[in-house]
């Protein structure tokens, strides 16, 4: 019998190695599959920015413009993929290299030569290099494991079916295997399926085989009666205690009193209510010492028809700050065993009744920026796992806080109190800082996030504890409105520019509430011709006691809080409406309209809704430009791609604006396609600019932007026209439209009626 049951388990074993050996087979032909098929995409796109990059080199190199050659390169090394980039002149006064770090190994390059001269006496003047990963690198290694994962398989496949004969041969000799109760194994062989409860004495059965023999985890099982039947090894070593010390004793006894109660009615709730358990609780160990657990249990119901709780503990300690207080689950985080939003605002409030009058308490509000984009892109478990590692990354500079919480979602609040306080607080907010530095390693993704930190002081900013967050909120919010990533102390004028704020928001909602969005349309025209070509739909709001408002004052605001997409909808229907007005003064249905959307505004339902309307104003989609800026490329969602994929099926334009604004759009067009590219109001102004070295700058920029339009085949429109000498300058580089104060401002519906 013993026999049977060893080779029973010998070709189970087997299997599961022949099983493993299969996957890691399949996996690791997938690599080489997907490796080779990402080494020709970037192949692709590095030889396509070279292109595409080349004119405006070359012009630069030919005159020795070498800021705007150090500009293109910038750009260029920015581009996802490159790691290195070399800019070399055939005469040897140039060598340029932009390079992170110094590892030249596994780089794969591509080289073009740059050419500049008249046409027909073209000469090479130096050339370019780009080097990327040379993913291939790693094939070799994979041929090698799938070699031996298939002969592993092979081997293990030839031994099972061996086994299995034996097996066959043995069960018809009359042998049975022992199944269901018996007399089990003993206790030294953690795989037993056979524990007693020191209280009940009964035999259960254990199919946590793996989770029990673990080092790593502390799991425990409970029976209903609230005795513990059976430790994993983890929590034995990690706990001190002896098996025999601890099986058929109550739970309880290794908790510290306050959290007992706790227990032992979540464990009772979770029977009645069949929902999983989570918290923080206080553990006590063998030696006495007490710490921060956190803890997950669920009832489990066993064959023999009783219900059991499994248990399984993790050490946070190390996460939850000095203050030695005991933090009971109603206070915790459960996520990162951080004290939650009430036992911050109780804690902090004790902290500042408590205060000497000496003493200072800094107040931070910790708030990871555009993390909900973290989650929709990576998922709510990613996101989760980027606020744990976010936490044990700042774990030691928690540990010199008086307090540390996760207030909910991506925000955190710490504070600290004593005469030392401003130093302190100065300098955790730059460790939370530097703790987003590198990116997150969440499976096989790489997840970039950065943090904007608030601080508000008691006494000079508040005196109540509400008050001093509110104020670090205010703080972190108006570093978030720079941009994020960083670090912003509190100061009154913040409050002014948030009324200043509520105000606009307000404005905004009657906006969306009584119609008030409205375009103004200023005319794109032809450089050669003079005749207007089309129209720019630009958004105003009608404020019937302020007046026009112009969209630099609330744009930003709507798009945060994407009411955008709502003043966008009333601007659309208006703006098709006045084309067909001006497209009937004109007797003229080619006349065209250009709308802008950011990328909050780029979504499936709202390009839906541009198509209905259109069709609602009879007008044909070849005639609608929709400008998008490279903001929108930086989103690289779903969301994103498919709604400007629906555009262009539609037979929609589309058109990349504010270009050359430092070349960092270069890299998008390799990877987009766009119709029209408008040149940015600063080159145009450039080119007049009083300083001669500056406007021959900004002409070479335009020259190398109208090189890389004809290579893409785009149209282009110089923007900001506002003298004869920029559109005449613009139309000689090759710029087919303008646009500008020269041929008109944004105008009024009645206006724009006149000058048709
Ligand atoms: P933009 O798309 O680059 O629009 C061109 C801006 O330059 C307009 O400002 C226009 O009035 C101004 N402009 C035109 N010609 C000249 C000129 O010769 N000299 C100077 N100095 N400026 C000129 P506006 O209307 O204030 O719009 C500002 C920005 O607001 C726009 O920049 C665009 O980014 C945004 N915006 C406007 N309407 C909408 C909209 O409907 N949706 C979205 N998402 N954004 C919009
Ligand atoms: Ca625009
Ligand atoms: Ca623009």
Same mark, same amino acid.
């Given at each position: 019998?013993?026999r049977l049951r060893?080779?029973?388990?010998?070709?189970i074993?087997l299997?599961g190695?022949?099983?493993?050996?299969l996957? =890691?087979?399949?996996?690791?032909?997938y690599?080489l599959?997907?490796?080779?098929?990402?080494h020709?995409?970037v192949?692709r796109?590095?030889a396509?920015?070279a292109?595409?990059?080349?004119?405006? =080199?070359a012009?630069?190199?030919a005159?020795a413009d070498?800021?705007?050659?150090?500009k293109?390169?910038?750009a260029?090394k920015n581009?996802?993929?490159?790691?290195? @980039?070399?800019i070399r002149n055939?005469t040897?006064?140039?060598?340029?290299?932009?390079?992170?770090?110094?590892?030249d190994?596994?780089?794969a390059s591509? $080289?073009r030569?740059l050419?500049?001269?008249p046409?027909?006496?073209?000469?090479?003047?130096?050339?370019?290099?780009?080097y990327f990963?040379?993913?291939?690198?790693s094939?070799?290694?994979f041929?090698?494991i799938?070699?031996?994962?298939?002969?592993?398989?092979?081997t293990l496949l030839?031994?099972?079916?061996?086994?299995?004969?034996a =097996?066959? !041969?043995?069960?018809?000799?009359?042998?049975?295997?022992?199944?269901g109760?018996?007399?089990g194994?003993?206790?030294?062989? *953690?795989?037993?399926?056979?524990?007693?409860?020191?209280?009940?004495?009964?035999d259960?059965?254990?199919?946590?085989?793996?989770l029990?023999d673990s080092?790593?985890?502390?799991?425990?099982?409970?029976?209903e009666e609230?005795?513990?039947?059976d430790v994993s090894k983890?929590?034995? $070593?990690r706990?001190g205690?002896r098996?025999e010390?601890v099986?058929?004793?109550?739970?309880t006894?290794?908790?510290?009193?306050p959290? !007992?109660?706790?227990?032992?009615?979540?464990?009772?709730?979770?029977r009645t209510? #069949?929902r999983?358990?989570?918290g923080?609780?206080?553990?006590?160990?063998?030696?006495?010492?007490?710490?921060?657990?956190w803890?997950s249990a669920?009832?489990?119901f066993?064959?023999?028809?009783?219900a059991? $709780?499994?248990?399984?503990?993790?050490?946070?300690s190390? @996460?939850?700050?000095k203050?030695?207080?005991?933090i009971?689950?109603?206070?915790?985080?459960y996520?990162t065993?951080?004290?939650n939003r009430?036992?911050?605002?109780?804690?902090?409030a004790?902290?500042?009744a408590?205060?000497?009058p000496?003493d200072r308490i800094?107040?931070?509000?910790?708030?990871?920026?555009?993390?909900?984009?973290? *989650?929709?892109?990576?998922?709510?478990a990613?996101?989760?796992?980027?606020?744990?590692?976010?936490?044990?990354?700042?774990?030691?500079?928690l540990?010199t806080a008086?307090?540390?919480?996760r207030?909910g979602?991506?925000?955190?609040?710490?504070?600290?109190?004593g005469?030392?306080?401003?130093?302190?607080?100065a300098s955790i907010?730059r460790? @939370?800082?530097?703790?987003?530095a590198?990116?997150?390693?969440?499976?096989a993704a790489?997840?970039?996030?950065?943090v904007?930190?608030?601080?508000?002081?008691s006494?000079?900013?508040?005196?109540d504890s509400?008050?001093?967050? !509110?104020?670090?909120?205010i703080?972190?919010?108006?570093?978030?409105a720079e941009?994020g990533?960083?670090?912003?102390?509190?100061?009154?004028q913040?409050?002014?520019?948030r009324?200043?704020?509520?105000? $606009?928001?307000a404005?905004?909602?009657r906006?969306?509430?009584?119609n008030?969005?409205?375009?103004?349309f200023?005319?794109?025209?032809?450089?050669?011709?003079?005749?207007?070509?089309?129209f720019?739909a630009?958004?105003?709001?009608?404020?019937?006691e302020?007046?026009?408002i112009?969209?630099?004052?609330?744009?930003a605001?709507?798009e945060?809080?994407?009411w955008?997409?709502r003043?966008?909808?009333?601007?659309?229907?208006k703006?098709?409406s006045?084309?067909g007005? =001006?497209s !009937?003064?004109?007797g003229?249905d080619?006349?065209?309209?250009?709308?802008?959307l950011s990328?909050?505004?780029?979504?499936?339902q709202?390009?839906a809704?541009?198509?209905?309307?259109l069709?609602a104003?009879g007008?044909d989609a070849?005639?609608l430009?929709?400008?998008?800026t490279?903001a929108v490329?930086m989103?690289?969602s779903?969301?994103?791609?498919?709604s /400007?994929?629906m /555009?262009k099926e539609?037979?929609?334009r589309?058109a990349?604006d504010?270009?050359?604004?430092?070349?960092?759009?270069?890299?998008y067009?390799?990877r987009?396609h766009?119709?029209?590219i408008?040149?940015? #109001?600063?080159?145009?102004?450039g080119?007049?600019?009083?300083d001669?070295? /500056?406007?021959?700058r900004s002409?070479?920029?335009?020259e190398g932007?109208?090189?890389?339009a004809?290579?893409?085949?785009?149209?282009?429109?110089a923007e900001?026209?506002?003298d004869?000498?920029?559109?005449?300058?613009?139309?000689?580089?090759?710029v087919?439209?303008?646009?500008?104060?020269?041929?008109?401002?944004?105008l009024?519906?009645?206006a724009?009626?006149?000058?048709?």
């Open positions: 019998m013993i060893f080779q029973k388990d010998l070709l074993a299997s190695a022949c099983l493993a050996s996957a =890691l087979l399949t996996v690791s032909l690599s599959w997907t490796i080779q098929t990402d020709v995409r192949s796109h590095v396509q920015l292109e595409i990059s080349a004119p405006g =080199l012009a630069s190199l005159a070498y800021a705007t050659i150090e293109i390169a910038a260029i581009a996802p993929d490159i790691e290195k @980039l070399e055939e040897g006064t140039l060598d340029l290299m932009l390079q992170d770090g110094s590892s190994a596994d780089l591509l $080289t030569p050419v500049a001269g046409d027909g006496d073209a000469g090479q003047i130096g050339r370019i290099r780009i990963p040379d993913r291939t690198a094939h070799a290694g041929w090698w799938s070699l031996a994962a298939a002969m592993a398989a092979g030839w031994g099972i079916w061996r086994l299995r004969r =097996l066959e !041969r043995d069960i018809a000799h009359g042998n049975q295997l022992p199944y109760k018996g007399p194994r003993g206790r030294g062989d *953690n795989r037993s399926p056979q524990r007693r409860d020191g209280a009940g004495q009964e259960i059965p254990a199919p946590f085989g793996h029990f080092e790593t985890h502390m799991a425990s099982l409970v029976s609230g005795h513990l039947v983890g929590w034995l $070593t706990s205690y098996r010390a099986v058929g004793v109550k739970i006894e290794f908790l510290a009193d959290d !007992r109660e706790m227990i032992r009615k979540r464990l009772s709730d979770m209510e #069949q999983p358990q989570k923080t609780l206080r553990f006590r160990r063998a030696d006495g010492s007490v710490s921060d657990v803890f669920t009832a489990v066993m064959p023999d028809g009783k059991y $709780t499994l248990s399984v503990i993790q050490d946070i190390e @996460l939850t700050g203050s030695g207080k005991p009971t689950a109603e206070f915790s985080d996520l065993g951080l004290v009430v036992g911050f605002e109780k804690m902090l004790d902290l500042v408590g205060a000497a000496e800094a107040c931070l509000i910790v708030d990871l920026d555009r993390f909900k984009a973290v *989650n929709d892109h990576h998922g709510y990613a996101g989760e796992e980027i606020l744990r590692a976010f936490v044990k990354r700042a774990a030691g500079a540990q008086s307090l540390s919480a207030l979602g991506d925000e955190f609040a710490v504070a600290v109190a005469a030392d306080a401003p130093s302190t607080a907010a460790a @939370l800082h530097a703790a987003t590198e990116p997150f390693q969440i499976g790489a997840i970039s996030v950065t904007s930190i608030g601080i508000a002081f006494p000079e900013d508040a005196t509400e008050d001093l967050i !509110r104020f670090a909120a703080a972190a919010t108006s570093r978030k941009g990533n960083g670090i912003r102390n509190f100061e009154p913040m409050l002014a520019s009324k200043r704020r509520r105000e $606009t928001e404005d905004i909602l906006g969306i509430e009584e008030l969005f409205e375009p103004n200023q005319p794109i025209t032809c450089l050669k011709s003079g005749q207007i070509i089309g720019e630009l958004m105003r709001l009608n404020h019937p302020k007046g026009l112009p969209p630099a004052e609330f744009i605001i709507a945060e809080t994407k955008i997409d003043a966008g909808r009333q601007l659309f229907t703006s098709l006045g084309l007005a =001006l !009937r003064a004109r003229d080619r006349l065209h309209i250009a709308v802008n990328p909050v505004q780029l979504t499936p709202k390009v809704f541009m198509a209905d309307e069709k104003h007008i070849g005639r430009t929709v400008e998008i490279e490329f989103e690289d779903r969301r994103v791609s498919d /400007l994929r /555009l539609m037979g929609c589309i990349l504010d270009f050359g604004t430092g070349y960092s759009s270069l890299s067009l390799t987009f766009v119709d029209t408008k040149i940015d #109001q600063t080159f145009t102004k080119l007049t600019h009083s001669a070295v /500056l406007a021959a002409r070479r920029l335009i932007i109208v090189a890389i004809r290579k893409m085949d785009c149209t282009m429109v900001g026209v506002e004869e000498e920029q559109a005449e300058q613009v139309r000689a580089i090759g087919a439209y303008g646009q500008g104060y020269l041929f008109s401002p944004p009024p519906l009645e724009a009626l006149k000058r048709v």
